[in-house]
């Protein structure tokens, strides 16, 4: 045993095993969620069912069965179940009936003896709305200003066509709603702000009243004629619907006005599916949010978390190696410094929800009120800067991420080889030149890493942010078509807050659960991307130093 | 010590006996000579240690001079207060005075960078920059400000050919300077130095990291350097001193012990000190 222990052997298993451990988490993490919410794109099946009630009455259901489980049957039985049978445990499934303005819930859970077999009818039809979520029913007839155009087995192609049409109007409707009169009222709200500034500047005389006065007329106008436009456009797409009958035996009209896909998922093929697939997957990760955000895409998300982190990284680069810098090769050794770089590596330590409160304190209200006061006078009393936005939230995770730049670029520092300074300062280079020409291109790889480690922190820090600019659904995107472009005082949608709201605040957690989960999984890959970026970048500078080790 | 006793039993390309062959025919005196390097009572002292104590000694012009002394003498200590390269060191004091032509090199109006453009150094174990051949050399230019294209060029392929490495790097000189060979290196660093077209050229123990055939072939490049710089070269290796220096400096424990041409410093020591250390008693 000694002999054993003597070998070394243990220390090999037992290092190995922790790589191991670690190992597994990890693809446990990445596995779970990639598993939950990849599936999730995949066209469920839709099963018929019927249900037999305590009183014997029986009642068609009509839904896909998203997740079943093993419960003990006298939980069930005092929960009011009438099982028949005596084994202890049995089955009981989650199906997502739809149709919440029909029947009133969404997600229900049956126990399985009281189902009689699960069919899957090829003509169930799955309707995916803006609106209510989903809806599922046999397909009756698709109508025309409520006049019938097509039934039966002539309905589904006819259909097709016009959830087409209608999906293209509604494209339509959406980009004119969006910027045409979107850009109106940037016109109406910039007018509104010279004309204030001049009135505080008391330069509003009678030519800036009649010229301002002019163009918003002309603004209003344009105005007036894409409403007329839109009416056009709203009354086009409210034309057709479809018919169909729910579960209930009831037939109910769906406008295709509100529909955004219709598809029989029980009739598709692997090939179809798989196109069905991508095409949702894409569309989840380019499309906006709907219905409290528990639909849809999350493209605002994606793009607020990756501007910020670049933005974080453009603010905390200079500031952290600068520091590093100062300490590293002009501060000396004396206590004050030494107690500098205790409280430097302390501060990686803080709760980042207190950064959050000093960014809000000090930035938001302090930094962006002054601003306001000083250059946005005219919008008051609506804040510009001074209100939380992208740019008071990068900063926060600056300073947050400031600790680990600054001691990963110090020990970059330390670690350039004292012959090459004296070799460059032989040469009569200043000291000043020396940084510039010699140490700080040595060092960059270092501070790489701490870029590297920063962004890994940034990307997935979500508490402070919700203090200094996150917000559920942002009308904005902080980078637009409208002068200055980069529009750094909006706020944002980041994905770390957009799984907790749609996990935890939304009001349909069953329909979002899924939700969760890929939006977990994409922010993971925003995360190793952003890494691999500044990774490769690295790998790259340090390629040209590769020799140096022996100095 | 170590480092004295490898490259002592080091095979070179000349023994003892052929070199100091040599010196027989060689003559010269250095009060005859134009003065380069002088320094008067130079007393030098880390934090409270004394590294150099009240040393004088004048380095004439366009010779190689050479310093030996056991490890710890304070040989490099005083290669290196001829290019101030001692200010780094944060508890370095000196007192006494440093000229180079006639000029007090610690005066507070001399600009220490201007100096070191006119007292190149190269140092103990070869320190290319991690940038190309041709950077490398033209680093010292470019801190200058020198920035057209046609000079740097000149420039460059006059310094390494100078250091005699043109012909081994001239098809590449935008690899890396790291990835030549020790010896290439070495003198990669002399055309750095020469380059500047310096006035001295100082040398800390350039052969200590190469293997005997660099080590020659860097030798051969000194002999022939000496005719348009002012050379001072600390080293371990006796023979080397021997081989390459027209006068040898003895400095045991900070003191300069004795100070003569080549000559007459290994044929003839004056002091009883040099004659036991030439002759392997001590050190």
Same mark, same amino acid.
Not at chain 1, 296 to 311: D, E, K, S, W
Not at chain 1, 343 to 370: C, H, K
């Given at each position: 045993?000694?002999?054993?222990?003597?070998?070394?052997?243990?220390?090999?298993?037992?290092?190995?095993?922790?790589?191991?451990?670690?190992?597994?988490?990890?693809?446990?993490?990445?596995?779970?969620?990639?598993?939950?919410?990849?599936?999730?794109?995949?066209?469920?099946?839709?099963?018929?069912?019927?249900?037999?009630?305590?009183?014997?009455?029986?009642?068609?259901?009509?839904?896909?069965? &998203?997740?079943?489980?093993?419960?003990?049957?006298?939980?069930?039985?005092?929960?009011?179940?009438?099982?028949?049978?005596?084994? !202890?445990?049995? *089955? $009981?499934?989650?199906?997502?009936?739809?149709?919440?303005?029909?029947?009133?819930?969404?997600?229900?859970?049956?126990?399985?003896?009281?189902?009689?077999?699960? *069919?899957?009818?090829?003509?169930?039809?799955?309707?995916?709305? $803006?609106?209510?979520?989903?809806?599922?029913?046999?397909?009756?007839?698709? !109508?025309?200003?409520?006049?019938?155009?097509?039934?039966?087995?002539?309905?589904?192609?006819?259909?097709? !066509?016009?959830?087409?049409?209608?999906?293209?109007?509604?494209?339509?409707?959406?980009?004119?709603?969006?910027?045409?009169?979107?850009?109106? +009222?940037?016109?109406?709200?910039?007018?509104?702000?010279?004309?204030?500034?001049?009135?505080?500047?008391?330069?509003?005389?009678?030519?800036?009243?009649?010229?301002?006065?002019?163009?918003?007329?002309?603004? +209003?106008? !344009?105005?007036?004629?894409?409403?007329?436009?839109?009416?056009?456009?709203?009354?086009?797409?409210?034309?057709?619907?479809?018919?169909?009958?729910?579960?209930?035996?009831?037939?109910?009209?769906?406008?295709?006005?509100?529909?955004?896909?219709?598809?029989?998922?029980?009739?598709?093929?692997?090939?179809?599916?798989?196109?069905?697939?991508?095409?949702? /997957?894409?569309?989840?990760?380019?499309?906006?949010?709907?219905?409290?955000?528990?639909?849809?895409?999350?493209?605002?998300?994606?793009?607020?978390?990756?501007?910020?982190?670049?933005?974080?990284?453009?603010?905390?680069?200079?500031?952290?190696?600068?520091?590093?810098?100062?300490?590293?090769?002009?501060?000396?050794?004396?206590?004050?410094?030494?107690?500098?770089?205790?409280?430097?590596? +302390?501060?990686?330590?803080?709760?980042?929800?207190?950064?959050?409160?000093?960014? /809000?304190?000090?930035?938001?209200?302090?930094?962006?009120?002054?601003?306001?006061?000083?250059?946005? &006078?005219?919008? /008051?009393?609506?804040?510009?800067?001074?209100?939380?936005?992208?740019?008071?939230?990068?900063?926060?995770?600056?300073?947050? *991420?400031?600790?680990?730049?600054?001691?990963?670029?110090?020990?970059?520092?330390?670690?350039?080889?004292?012959?090459?300074?004296?070799?460059?300062?032989?040469?009569?280079?200043?000291?000043?030149?020396?940084?510039?020409?010699?140490?700080?291109?040595?060092?960059?790889?270092?501070?790489?890493?701490?870029?590297?480690?920063?962004?890994?922190?940034?990307?997935?820090?979500?508490?402070?942010?919700?203090?200094?600019?996150?917000?559920?659904?942002?009308?904005?995107?902080?980078?637009?078509?409208?002068?200055?472009?980069?529009?750094?005082?909006?706020?944002?949608?980041?994905?770390?807050?957009?799984?907790?709201?749609?996990?935890?605040?939304?009001?349909?957690?069953?329909?979002? $659960?899924?939700?969760?989960?890929? *939006?977990?999984?994409?922010?993971?890959?925003?995360?190793?991307?952003?890494? /691999?970026?500044?990774?490769?970048?690295?790998?790259?500078?340090?390629?040209?130093?590769?020799?140096?080790?022996?100095? | 010590?170590?480092?004295?006793?490898?490259?002592?039993?080091?095979?070179?390309?000349?023994?003892?006996?052929?070199?100091?062959?040599?010196?027989?025919?060689?003559?010269?005196?250095?009060?005859?000579?134009?003065?380069?390097?002088?320094?008067?009572?130079?007393?030098?002292?880390?934090?409270?240690?004394?590294?150099?104590?009240?040393?004088?000694?004048?380095?004439?012009?366009?010779?190689?001079?050479?310093? =030996?002394?056991?490890?710890?003498?304070?040989?490099?200590?005083?290669?290196?207060?001829?290019?101030?390269?001692?200010?780094?060191?944060?508890?370095?004091?000196?007192?006494?005075?440093?000229?180079?032509?006639?000029?007090?090199?610690?005066?507070?109006?001399?600009?220490?960078?201007?100096? %070191?453009?006119?007292?190149?150094?190269?140092?103990?174990?070869?320190?290319?920059?991690?940038?190309?051949?041709?950077?490398?050399?033209?680093?010292?230019?470019?801190?200058?400000?020198?920035?057209?294209? %046609?000079?740097?060029?000149?420039?460059?392929?006059?310094?390494?050919?100078?250091?005699?490495?043109?012909?081994?790097?001239?098809?590449?000189?935008?690899?890396? #300077?790291?990835?030549?060979?020790? #010896?290439?290196?070495?003198?990669?660093? =002399?055309? %750095?130095?020469?380059?500047?077209?310096?006035?001295?050229?100082?040398?800390?123990?350039?052969?200590?990291?190469?293997?005997? =055939?660099?080590?020659?072939?860097?030798?051969?490049?000194?002999?022939?350097?000496?005719?348009?710089?002012? =050379?001072?070269?600390?080293?371990?290796?006796?023979?080397?001193?021997?081989?390459?220096?027209?006068?040898?400096?003895?400095?045991?424990? #900070?003191?300069?012990?004795?100070?003569?041409?080549?000559?007459?410093?290994?044929?003839?020591?004056?002091?009883?000190?040099?004659?036991?250390?030439?002759?392997?008693?001590?050190?």
């Amino acid at each position: 045993m000694k002999e054993w222990f003597k070998s070394g052997t243990p220390w090999v298993w037992g290092t190995a095993g922790g790589l191991a451990v670690a190992l597994v988490l990890v693809f446990g993490v990445l596995w779970l969620t990639a598993a939950r919410g990849l599936t999730y794109f995949w066209p469920a099946q839709v099963a018929e069912t019927t249900f037999i009630e305590k009183d014997g009455s029986k009642i068609r259901l009509i839904g896909e069965v &998203r997740e079943h489980e093993e419960v003990s049957v006298r939980s069930l039985v005092e929960s009011g179940f009438n099982i028949p049978g005596d084994e !202890k445990f049995t *089955t $009981r499934y989650l199906l997502k009936l739809g149709n919440r303005d029909v029947s009133g819930f969404d997600f229900k859970w049956y126990p399985a003896p009281l189902l009689t077999e699960l *069919t899957y009818p090829k003509d169930l039809l799955t309707v995916e709305r $803006r609106e209510w979520g989903n809806f599922y029913g046999h397909l009756k007839a698709v !109508k025309e200003n409520g006049n019938v155009v097509a039934e039966g087995e002539a309905a589904m192609p006819e259909l097709e !066509k016009r959830v087409a049409r209608a999906r293209q109007l509604f494209d339509e409707i959406f980009r004119t709603e969006k910027q045409d009169i979107g850009d109106v +009222n940037y016109t109406l709200e910039q007018l509104r702000l010279k004309e204030r500034k001049l009135q505080l500047e008391g330069k509003f005389d009678e030519a800036a009243k009649q010229s301002i006065e002019s163009q918003r007329m002309a603004a +209003n106008g !344009k105005f007036a004629e894409i409403q007329l436009r839109l009416e056009k456009l709203r009354a086009e797409i409210g034309r057709d619907s479809l018919s169909a009958e729910v579960m209930d035996g009831r037939v109910v009209d769906v406008p295709l006005a509100k529909v955004s896909e219709v598809y029989r998922a029980n009739a598709m093929h692997l090939g179809d599916k798989l196109g069905f697939y991508f095409r949702k /997957l894409y569309a989840f990760g380019t499309e906006d949010p709907r219905e409290a955000n528990t639909e849809g895409g999350i493209f605002p998300a994606i793009f607020g978390t990756v501007m910020m982190v670049i933005l974080m990284s453009i603010l905390v680069m200079p500031l952290g190696v600068m520091a590093a810098v100062y300490m590293r090769e002009y501060a000396g050794h004396g206590p004050l410094i030494r107690v500098i770089r205790i409280a430097v590596n +302390n501060l990686a330590g803080v709760p980042s929800i207190v950064y959050g409160v000093f960014g /809000l304190g000090f930035f938001v209200y302090f930094l962006g009120g002054n601003i306001d006061e000083l250059f946005f &006078r005219e919008a /008051l009393p609506a804040p510009t800067f001074g209100s939380p936005g992208i740019l008071w939230a990068s900063l926060t995770l600056a300073i947050l *991420t400031l600790p680990v730049v600054i001691v990963a670029t110090e020990e970059g520092l330390a670690r350039v080889p004292q012959s090459l300074r004296a070799g460059s300062l032989a040469l009569g280079a200043t000291k000043a030149e020396t940084l510039w020409r010699t140490v700080l291109p040595i060092a960059s790889p270092a501070m790489m890493t701490g870029l590297i480690l920063a962004v890994a922190r940034a990307a997935g820090e979500t508490a402070p942010l919700m203090l200094v600019g996150v917000v559920k659904l942002a009308p904005n995107l902080p980078l637009d078509g409208h002068f200055p472009y980069f529009h750094l005082e909006r706020q944002f949608m980041h994905l770390g807050f957009h799984i907790y709201d749609v996990g935890f605040q939304s009001p349909n957690v069953e329909a979002a $659960r899924p939700l969760v989960y890929a *939006t977990a999984f994409l922010l993971v890959l925003v995360i190793v991307a952003l890494n /691999l970026a500044a990774v490769s970048l690295r790998n790259r500078l340090r390629e040209n130093y590769r020799g140096l080790e022996g100095m | 010590m170590t480092n004295m006793n490898t490259t002592s039993t080091k095979p070179t390309a000349m023994n003892m006996g052929a070199a100091l062959e040599r010196l027989q025919g060689s003559t010269g005196d250095a009060s005859d000579m134009p003065t380069c390097l002088e320094t008067k009572n130079l007393n030098l002292y880390y934090g409270a240690t004394q590294a150099l104590m009240d040393v004088s000694v004048q380095i004439p012009k366009l010779s190689v001079t050479a310093f =030996i002394g056991p490890s710890g003498c304070g040989k490099s200590t005083l290669l290196r207060c001829f290019n101030r390269m001692n200010d780094l060191v944060d508890n370095c004091r000196i007192e006494g005075k440093v000229t180079l032509d006639d000029d007090d090199i610690y005066h507070p109006s001399v600009k220490v960078a201007l100096l %070191r453009r006119r007292v190149g150094m190269v140092f103990q174990k070869p320190n290319p920059f991690p940038k190309s051949i041709f950077e490398n050399v033209a680093y010292g230019l470019r801190i200058m400000g020198v920035k057209d294209k %046609r000079t740097l060029t000149e420039t460059v392929e006059r310094a390494l050919r100078g250091a005699a490495l043109w012909d081994e790097v001239k098809d590449r000189l935008d690899t890396n #300077g790291l990835s030549l060979s020790g #010896g290439q290196q070495q003198r990669l660093v =002399i055309a %750095r130095a020469i380059a500047l077209e310096p006035e001295v050229l100082l040398l800390d123990e350039p052969c200590s990291a190469l293997d005997p =055939i660099a080590t020659a072939k860097v030798e051969e490049l000194l002999v022939e350097l000496k005719n348009r710089y002012t =050379i001072v070269i600390v080293t371990h290796n006796m023979q080397q001193a021997a081989r390459v220096s027209d006068f040898t400096a003895f400095m045991h424990l #900070g003191e300069m012990v004795e100070f003569a041409d080549t000559n007459t410093l290994f044929l003839q020591p004056k002091m009883e000190r040099t004659s036991d250390y030439i002759t392997g008693r001590f050190g």
